[in-house]
C-alpha cells in the first residue's frame, strides 16, 4: 500500500514482475495491478527476468542476508529504511552496493514530501544569500499517532502463511538484550527523524545528550548548529503532529508533516522573516502540490533508474543514521 500501488499506477514505469511466497496474495496483487509474471521468490524473478530496478520492501532485518544477492542482478535497488539493522551490517552493505556498482536508495520518504522539498531549497537559499542571518537551531518533535490515516484502505492479504524465508539479522552481539531491544525499537521508528535532522542541517551532527526518559535527544552539528528531536512528548489517537521548526537569526520556517500512509496530502510550509526594520516582516504559507511523500518517493526512484536525478538518500548516508542512533542508545543506556 506504500510502494507497490504507487508504481503500478506511473505511467513512467512498468511493474514487470511480482515476487512473493504467499502465493494467493500473489494472485490477488498480481491481478489487480496487472502484473504478468510472479515469482515464489526473489531467486526466481532475478533468473528470469532483465529489470532496471528493484523495489525490495521487507523487513530490514531481513536486508543483510537479502541484498548482496540483489545488488548482483541489477543496477538500482530501493528499500525502506534503515540499511539494516546493526552498524556492522549496514557497513558490509554499502561496500558490497558499490563493489556492485548498484544504487541502492533508502526510502526515507520524509525527503521526497513537496513540503520538506519547499524548506529545503529555502534553507539553502538562505545559507547561501546570508539574508535571515546564521542558520541556528533545527526541532523536530514527533508524537505518536494515526500513522495510518486510511492509508490501507484496499490492502490484499488472502490470509496465507507466511514461509519462514530469508533470515532475519540478530541483535547486536556488543548489546545486552534489553538494550538491543531498545535500539532496534529506536531504529525502526526515529531514525526518520535521525536522517531529516540532517537532511535540513545540511551537515553531519552528533548527539550531545539524551535524558533518561528518552524524550529529548540533543545534538550539534559540524559548524555548530543546535537540534533537538522530540520523540513521543504527547500521543495522539487521530491526528498525526509531526513537526519541524528551522530557525534562523532572523527567520523560520516550520514544516507541518503528514501521517506516513496519507493519500494525496502533503505537508504544510509556514515561513516567516524579519527584515531588521527594513519593512514589514514577511510571511508566507506556500500552496504545495497535492502528491503525498510515497508517491513522489516512487517517481524520484523511477527518476534514479532512469539516470535524471541522485537518490534523495543512499546506502552511504544511511549508514551514518545507523551510527548516529547507535551512540544516542548506547550512551542513555549505558549503567
Known amino acids: 500500500m ?40 526473489h531467486k526466481q524473478m532475478i533468473d528470469n527476468e532483465k529489470l532496471d530496478g528493484i ?3 521487507q523487513p530490514f532485518e531481513r536486508h543483510a542476508e537479502l541484498l548482496p544477492e540483489l545488488y548482483d542482478a541489477v543496477g538500482f535497488i530501493f528499500t525502506e529504511k534503515p540499511l539494516a539493522l546493526s552498524v556492522d551490517a549496514g557497513k558490509r552493505l554499502l561496500d558490497a552496493a558499490e563493489k556492485k556498482g548498484c544504487i541502492h536508495m533508502v526510502g526515507y520518504h520524509k525527503r ?3 513540503a520538506v522539498a519547499y524548506a529545503k531549497r529555502l534553507i539553502e537559499e538562505w545559507r547561501g544569500s546570508g539574508e535571515a542571518g546564521p ?18 484502505t484496499g490492502l490484499l492479504d488472502a490470509g496465507d502463511e507466511v514461509p519462514q524465508g530469508i533470515p532475519l539479522e540478530g541483535l547486536p552481539s556488543d548489546m545486552d538484550e534489553e538494550t538491543g531491544r531498545r535500539y532496534r525499537s529506536f531504529v525502526n521508528y ?13 551537515e553531519p551532527y552528533r548527539v550531545t545528550y539524551g535524558e533518561s526518559s528518552g524524550v529529548v535527544m540533543a545534538v550539534e552539528s559540524a559548524s555548530g548548529i543546535a537540534g533537538i528531536i522530540e520523540m513521543n512528548p504527547y500521543r495522539t489517537t487521530v491526528e498525526w503532529e509531526e513537526s519541524v521548526l528551522v530557525a534562523f537569526e532572523k527567520a ?14 502533503t505537508g504544510r ?28 518517493q516512487a517517481v524520484n526512484f523511477v527518476r534514479v533508474c532512469r539516470g535524471e536525478m541522485d537518490p534523495p538518500c543512499d546506502a552511504r548516508e544511511a549508514l551514518e543514521d545507523l551510527r548516529v542512533s547507535r551512540n544516542y542508545v548506547t550512551a542513555r543506556y549505558r549503567s
Not at 500473489?26 to 515469482?39: K, P, Q, T
Not at 542558520?135 to 492509508?151: A, C, F, H, N, S
Request: aromatic letters at 10%.
Open 2 to 41: 506504500a510502494h507497490l500501488r504507487n508504481y503500478a499506477t506511473l505511467p513512467e514505469c512498468e511493474v514487470a514482475a511480482l515476487a512473493e511466497p504467499r502465493k494467493r496474495t500473489a494472485e490477488l496483487v498480481a491481478a489487480r495491478y496487472g502484473i504478468d509474471s510472479v515469482y515464489d521468490d
Open 55 to 57: 523495489v525490495a520492501v
Open 112 to 114: 521526497s514530501d513537496p
Open 135 to 152: 542558520l541556528k537551531y533545527v526541532r523536530i518533535t514527533m508524537p505518536e499517532g494515526d500513522w495510518i490515516q486510511q492509508g490501507l
Open 190 to 202: 526515529y531514525i526518520h527523524q535521525v536522517n531529516l535532522m540532517r537532511y535540513l542541517m545540511g
Open 252 to 265: 523560520y520556517i516550520k514544516i507541518e508533516l503528514c501521517a506516513p500512509l496519507a493519500v494525496n496530502r
Open 269 to 296: 510550509v509556514e515561513v516567516y522573516l524579519d527584515r531588521d526594520g527594513e519593512g514589514d516582516p514577511y510571511r508566507k504559507i506556500p500552496s504545495l502540490p497535492w502528491i503525498d511523500a510515497m508517491r513522489q
